[in-house]
């Protein structure tokens, strides 16, 4: 029969908007405020963490509504916003320097909701408020200190494999090693081809010069690691924020883009990516007498440090070496499977250090933890003060004389010795890297864009209402019903796509798809009006009216979809945002006006005689 | 109820030669709008640093220039941007200045010297070389949709509506850069989403037009190619209103209610569908009359579609 839907069709429908409604549902509970503890440095928070902060809060009476570990971090969740507060500066106050308190907003769905994955839409920037960097990562730099560290590699080759040469350099083209003959030329080049497979070498037995430059594949390989290296200490700085869903990507070639939604102390998060951390060698003072010290007669000479336990040394002022002369640091096990930190250093700094542990073996040096953090205090100029850490973070005897590369015992953990190894390799940051685009939105804008859109939309969609209902009667009633889905459906698919995230030109989007959805259904109501025009009978007309406008939505459908995908792929920003919700816009108002609107006229208008039809 | 009820087929077409000199002045006056006066590119394609700042009354203007200039921010341009209490202020890159300070000194001085509450709203700070990167990629953007479209079509329906439609969304992107220039309008990335979005509009306009001409060529025997264009038109005319004033009611509300940022978006909007239906009517369908789109051209697979649409309306 005509105009009667198959069960499993009206069922699917059903299904479908309800599955939609079911995931648009945690975007109705809104946010709790709350608290996340996160260890730094390697800490992670534990079961201990969780019963120790609870305690705090039962302690000093502060009403928390619940208290969870989650991936590593303890999350409090609070009823109101002053008892948030008062529970971080608690909290802040008696967790010690360990761990990281910060204030969050966090989604409160309801946890049957959040087992079967519901999560509400993330917000962009410009709804939520917070702040996007871009930062660049300077290549140029980061070829340059490959190109010294292969100078100083092939000195010690050479000098290794006790081969003669005049001169290592960096020239035009690459680094020129000069020989004297063409013997040692030959050694050198067959040794440097079988331990550097990935540079290029020339040699000219005029000249008696030998040629090396990096391979394409080399230079790339080294723009690579420079980028994946700031990547990692970035997203490393960036926990210490306890943002909620922080983003940190590379973008293009050398940049990284960051985007810390709901940060509303910008200048701490600028402050926190710009920080950096090295560390310096120095001597410990035997001679002096570490009880006096404490009692504040410490040697000119001297000074006092502690370590992260309280434990003072006390350290001679002359520093041996300072964390820029390290070029790569990594972390391992020694052989009694303690967690280590081996260290390389670049040719200067190797014979620097080589000459000042030559005369010290045997005597104790210790290696200090430098980082500068920024305060909440303001200089005159009204720049921020930042306040210079300095930790001890292991003593160790000398036992040989250390050259470019050695290893540091005493970092604790093997998380620690891995953070450590990170922290050190940005201390001395292979490329340096240089905010060179900032957005930030206040949170005040943000919750305002949030209304004006939501108001936009209402009014927009009221608008279409009452237009539609006037114009086609009962039809358009349906129309509206379909609407309305549509709109339940994208905010749906919105929440429960990972990477969607909602902004300010996605709400236009959402608006336009409304204004454009409402095509797919005029086309089929003004199809239908024109075949009973023609004399068709009631259920022939709505046949012929799906029908026929079936290809024209299609087409019309597809090629805007084409238009819209091309910008999510090319397009950054609003123009991302805006194709995200408008392609999905596109596939869901399909779904709804074709597919759904027909499952109701079917079920209300199908399968009768009808002389006439409310359209 | 019904807007329009056409008992007549109306002579679209009898119109079409001045349709194409009104259209062809647009798009001339547009070319040399551009030439001329360029756009007035944002922040995104510039490169410097805006500032927006909520004060708790009415923002003194004058005060707030007067301020900038004597502190050397003699090149701030300082709008109100949405209300009275809400400006922007708009800094071109300096080269001695590193960027990222330039918001925040603006920022303490106007605290220091004007209203001590006024409230950071939004700063953003955009490197030059990043908006030479966009300006080429929303370049990119249009160019590969716009390819990407003209295939499409051309594999749906006919090379002539192909082209058509592809001038149409040209005249239309053209004419709406072309209002930006003439007044004055900031060109920023949203308003680049919303020509994109027009592209979308007119192209969704184009081929519902383009799709019932199919139709009609293969359904009516009877005519010359300018008449089914007519006929086609007419039928279609009371659903390209409906729609455009849909659309419309949606955008004003966004024009209206949507707060200053969106307010580019609204208005190249607002603009593109108007452009948008025109050119569905008269330069996509104009065009590929021009270009001689017959019967001949769509009528190999009638027998074919008459002989299957026969069997499927049999009960």
């Known amino acids: 029969m005509l105009n009667k839907s198959p069960l499993w069709k009206s069922l699917l429908v059903l299904f479908v908007v309800a599955f939609g409604a079911l995931y648009a549902s945690p975007n109705l509970y809104g946010e709790d405020p709350a608290v996340q503890v996160s260890g730094l440095r390697g800490v992670e928070a534990d079961a201990a963490t969780l019963d120790n902060v609870r305690a705090q809060l039962e302690q000093d009476k502060i009403d928390f509504a619940s208290i969870a570990l989650e991936k590593g971090q303890v999350l409090v969740r609070f009823h109101d916003t002053e008892s948030q507060l008062k529970g971080r500066d608690l909290l802040d106050e008696n967790l010690g320097n360990q761990f990281s308190v910060a204030l969050n907003l966090t989604p409160a769905t309801p946890e049957w909701l959040a087992d079967i994955g519901g999560t509400p839409m993330k917000l962009g920037l410009d709804l939520s408020g917070g702040v996007s960097f871009l930062m660049e990562v300077n290549m140029n730099e980061a070829i340059i200190k490959a190109k010294e560290a292969m100078v100083g590699d092939f000195r010690n080759d050479l000098r290794g494999e006790k081969i003669r040469y005049r001169s290592v350099k960096e020239g035009a083209k690459g680094i020129n090693i000069q020989f004297r003959n063409v013997e040692d030329l030959a050694k050198a080049k067959s040794l440097l081809k079988k331990r550097y497979r990935d540079l290029l070498l020339v040699d000219n037995e005029d000249t008696l010069m030998l040629t090396a430059s990096m391979t394409e594949q080399k230079l790339k390989e080294t723009r690579e690691y420079a980028l994946q290296q700031n990547i990692t200490i970035i997203r490393n700085r960036v926990n210490e924020l306890g943002v909620a869903e922080p983003l940190v990507q590379r973008q293009g070639q050398k940049h990284i883009v960051i985007e810390l939604p709901g940060v509303q102390d910008t200048a701490r998060a600028k402050e926190i990516l710009n920080a950096t951390a090295t560390i310096e060698f120095r001597m410990v003072d035997t001679e002096g007498d570490l009880a006096n010290a404490l009692n504040g007669r410490v040697p000119g000479s001297s000074e006092l440090l502690y370590d992260r336990d309280g434990k003072p040394t006390l350290l001679k002022k002359r520093v041996m070496l300072t964390g820029d002369h390290i070029v790569d640091a990594g972390s391992s096990f020694d052989e009694y499977s303690r967690p280590q930190v081996n260290i390389t250093l670049d040719s200067p700094g190797g014979s620097k250090f080589s000459n000042a542990t030559k005369n010290n073996i045997g005597k104790p040096m210790a290696t200090v933890f430098i980082e500068y953090k920024a305060t909440d205090k303001l200089d005159p100029q009204g720049n921020t003060v930042f306040e210079k850490i300095e930790e001890v973070i292991s003593v160790a005897t000398i036992q040989a004389r250390l050259g470019k590369s050695f290893r540091i015992t005493g970092a604790g953990s093997q998380a620690e010795a891995h953070n450590l190894a990170l922290l050190l390799r940005a201390g001395a940051l292979i490329a340096p890297i240089q905010i060179v685009e900032e957005r930030t939105v206040g949170p005040t804008l943000g919750a305002e864009n949030v209304q004006l859109g939501f108001q936009a939309i209402m009014m927009g969609f009221g608008l279409v209402f009452i237009f539609m209902m006037i114009y086609y009667r009962a039809f358009g009633v349906v129309a509206n019903l379909a609407l309305g889905a549509n709109l339940v459906l994208i905010v749906g698919v919105m929440s429960m796509i990972p990477g969607a995230t909602l902004t300010l030109p996605g709400m236009a989007g959402i608006v336009l798809t409304v204004g454009m959805a409402v095509d797919a259904n005029v086309l089929i109501f003004e199809r239908i009006r024109e075949e009973m025009r023609q004399g068709k009978s009631v259920q022939q007309a709505i046949h012929q009216g799906y029908d026929a406008a079936f290809s024209t939505i299609l087409d019309a459908n597809i090629t805007t979809l084409i238009a819209a995908l091309i910008l999510f792929a090319v397009g950054t920003g609003p123009i991302k945002g805006f194709a995200v919700t408008l392609s999905i816009g596109i596939v869901t108002s399909m779904f709804t006006a074709v597919v759904g609107t027909r499952t109701v006229v079917n079920a209300v208008w199908g399968g009768k005689r009808l002389e006439k039809l409310s359209i | ?315």
Not at chain 2, 139 to 164: D, H, K, P, Q, S
Not at chain 2, 174 to 202: N, P
């Open chain 2, 1 to 315: 109820m019904q807007i329009l009820r056409l008992k007549e087929t109306v002579n679209f077409m009898a119109f079409r030669k001045v349709a194409m000199v009104f259209s062809i002045v647009l798009m001339i006056s547009a070319i040399s709008l551009l030439m001329v006066k360029k756009l007035n590119f944002g922040l995104d394609f510039t490169g410097g640093t805006l500032i927006e700042v909520g004060f708790e009354e009415a923002a003194d203007l004058t005060k707030i220039r007067q301020v900038l200039d004597s502190n050397g921010f003699e090149d701030g341009v300082v709008q109100l941007y949405g209300s009275s209490r809400d400006i922007v202020i708009r800094l071109a890159q300096r080269e001695d200045v590193k960027a990222e300070m330039l918001g925040n000194q603006v920022l303490s001085i106007l605290q220091q010297s004007t209203d001590k509450n006024i409230d950071m709203r939004r700063i953003e700070f955009v490197g030059a070389s990043v908006g030479e990167e966009l300006t080429e990629q929303g370049g990119l953007a249009m160019l590969t949709a716009l390819i990407c479209i003209l295939v499409y079509v051309a594999f749906r329906f006919e090379w002539r509506f192909a082209l058509g439609s592809v001038v149409a969304l040209f005249h239309d992107v053209l004419l709406t850069l072309g209002l930006f220039a003439l007044l004055g309008l900031e060109f920023d990335l949203t308003v680049l989403a919303a020509i994109l979005a027009v592209i979308g509009y007119s192209l969704n306009d184009t081929i519902v037009v383009s799709d019932r001409i199919r139709e009609n060529f293969r359904k009516i025997r009877e005519g010359g190619p300018a008449e089914v264009i007519n006929i086609s038109l007419t039928q279609t005319l009371s659903r390209t209103f409906i729609t455009s004033i849909t659309t419309l009611l949606v955008l004003a509300a966004l024009f209206f209610k949507g707060g200053a940022l969106i307010h580019g978006f609204a208005t190249a909007l607002l603009f593109g569908v108007f452009v948008g239906t025109y050119s569905s009517i008269y330069v996509a369908s104009a065009v590929a009359l021009a270009l001689g789109i017959s019967k001949e051209d769509l009528i190999p697979e009638v027998i074919e579609k008459e002989g299957a649409e026969q069997e499927q309306m049999m009960p």
